[in-house]
């Protein structure tokens, strides 16, 4: 169903007596809105260099080589002509070799079709689109009429197509969530299952481009790799890996690709309407004009030459709704061996938990001693600015504690000191929206304070590190919420520390966690959940020792060394993830 059919069932739904026209559909009133808004970042707007253009159409295939008067290629948000320019110059070409007295409407009317929802972009386009086709030799009646049968001024999502693309290529548009009209967003989770969680917009763009492919086509984007490892590409992810092939893979993190620099990690994929296989994979090109052209070339071969080191074909990266693996083929193997033989860390008797988010951190948190409540209702915290040095240096800080041992809130007038302490405090706590949403609550932390997880040894990792960062915390202090905490009753914790300290783990976190600026890795408790690990009883007496010893020493080189006698790796093996044996 269209837009408008849909808003007339919608309207008629509710007023069946009132005139259709009178009224404006609350849906196309949000779509409008987003057409006309002015700024690049609110309509997730990003330009990308021509070269990268050109690279990504040679790997859609959409080249001068091939009769492209005879295919049709859709570009889903044209913005200003970045990808339309180019495919319209390669077009011209083509069919002017094969057709030089060819009548242009009736050779070409079909062999484009570009959306762009922002008015005054799509009228400067079109104007620039006009204008090439008059400098190519088109007249201006010709010129005209193509471009209004290729362009059109809409929402993709909301669009209707006249059949299949052999090619879908473009730069989507990122936009978040809640810069969507909720009118709008209700409609687009209506109709595309894989706007899951907190997608951003540019994953329903792909689900539709892919569901536009003709058998055989392919859908080249460059994009966000976001998608590929988290919690709301799985949708999407599962999409792919049953019904298409995940041909080629570009991570372009750190490259300049576009002509701003953007907080997006992009990566250019080319996924065919075709029966699985492998994937061929590439790291960082050089962009250059040159390097991007043999680039494209090694990755098309049909057979991928034994001399090509900037290029892998990886087999199973694709493996339903699991985060996609792209490292080393050797890599892979590791990791898969692993998670055959030992179960996960949870499954082995370790937890996994964040310490507390209070939502007002000025008011909760200050300094322990000066905390002027009841001795019951504050707690010792670790942060992790106590952490930086490999062991825990307090500086001091304390947490609030409003809740009962039982987890409901502490009756304030059987506490005057916190009454007070909150009381004047109240207007910054009140401001939050757990606050709002429950106002006789409103002295809540976010989380729930369970004090005896203070009094309990733990495990200390911050969210974002390089490399893993896993302190011990003997069981004195209360966790602050940028800090994962590993607890267990049955690994000691020492030896569970060595193992979160070495490379293997580092290996677990990089392969299924998304990468950050500068190389750094998200070690999150859905990240860590994957680590796998053997059974406590299953260790040798001596390689507990082994393990222990080496964390305490927080000798990472000695921890690896005793990791690799724990799973029982084999010099590939240790060769695979960089390490050696002793």
Excluded at 454 to 478: M, N, Q, S
Aim: hydrophobic share 40%.
């Amino acid at each position: 169903m269209d837009t408008i059919g849909f808003c007339e069932v919608f309207l008629m739904s509710l007023l069946p007596n009132m005139a259709i026209n009178a009224l404006q559909c609350p849906i196309s009133a949000a779509s409008e809105a987003l057409a006309t808004q002015g700024g690049h970042e609110e309509r997730g707007a990003v330009f990308t260099r021509s070269e990268v253009v050109d690279f990504i159409l040679d790997l859609a295939g959409y080249t001068v080589n091939q009769p492209l008067y005879t295919k049709r290629v859709l570009e889903p948000s044209f913005g200003g002509g970045d990808f339309l320019l180019p495919i319209v110059k390669r077009l011209l070409t083509t069919w002017r070799a094969a057709n030089p007295n060819g009548d242009a409407i009736g050779d070409l009317s079909d062999a484009v079709r570009a959306i762009e929802l922002h008015r005054d972009t799509y009228t400067s386009t079109r104007i620039a689109v006009i204008d090439l086709l008059s400098r190519e030799g088109l007249g201006g009646d010709v010129a005209l009429k193509l471009t209004d049968r290729w362009l059109t001024q809409g929402d993709f999502l909301l669009t209707s197509f006249d059949g299949h693309f052999d090619f879908v290529v473009g730069n989507p548009p990122y936009v978040r969530q809640e810069l969507i009209p909720a009118p709008l967003l209700a409609e687009y989770r209506r109709r595309y299952k894989t706007l899951y969680d907190r997608a951003d917009l540019y994953i329903p763009f792909i689900e539709r481009s892919l569901f536009l492919l003709a058998k055989g086509g392919g859908l080249t984007f460059i994009c966000a790799d976001r998608w590929m490892k988290n919690r709301y590409g799985g949708p999407l992810r599962e999409l792919v890996a049953s019904q298409f092939h995940l041909k080629i893979y570009v991570d372009m993190t750190g490259t300049p690709a576009f002509h701003s620099d953007v907080s997006a990690y992009p990566a250019i994929t080319v996924i065919n309407r075709e029966r699985p296989g492998p994937t061929r994979v590439t790291h960082a090109p050089v962009i250059t004009r040159l390097n991007l052209e043999a680039l494209a070339g090694k990755l098309l071969e049909k057979v991928l030459p034994n001399d090509v080191t900037s290029v892998r074909e990886v087999a199973s990266v694709v493996n339903g709704s699991e985060p996609w693996l792209l490292e080393s083929p050797d890599q892979i193997a590791l990791i898969r061996r692993i998670e055959e033989q030992f179960p996960s860390l949870e499954e082995a008797g370790c937890k996994v938990g964040i310490g507390v988010a209070t939502g007002a951190d000025k008011a909760f948190i200050g300094d322990f001693e000066t905390l002027d409540v009841e001795s019951d209702r504050k707690l010792p915290l670790v942060t992790t600015k106590d952490i930086l040095s490999g062991e825990v240096v307090w500086r001091g800080q304390g947490v609030i504690n409003p809740f009962e041992d039982s987890g409901g809130l502490v009756d304030l007038r059987k506490y005057p000191r916190l009454n007070r302490y909150l009381e004047e405090r109240r207007d910054v706590i009140e401001r939050r929206h757990c606050a709002k949403k429950a106002p006789s609550n409103w002295y809540r932390t976010i989380d729930r304070v369970t004090p005896s997880l203070a009094a309990k040894p733990k495990l200390l990792i911050p969210d974002i590190k390089g490399e893993a960062h896993v302190v011990f915390e003997g069981g004195v202090l209360y966790p602050h919420h940028n800090l994962y905490v590993v607890t267990s009753d049955t690994w000691d914790l020492r030896a569970l520390q060595a193992v979160l300290l070495s490379t293997i783990s580092r290996l677990f976190v990089a392969t299924y966690s998304t990468k950050m600026r500068g190389g750094f890795l998200r070690f999150q408790a859905q990240y860590l959940r994957r680590i796998r690990i053997p059974y406590w009883s299953d260790v040798p007496e001596t390689l507990r020792a082994e393990l222990a010893e080496a964390a305490q020493k927080f000798d990472v080189a000695a921890c690896n060394n005793a990791v690799f006698k724990l799973y029982k790796l084999s010099a590939l093996e240790v060769s695979a993830i960089g390490g050696n044996c002793k």
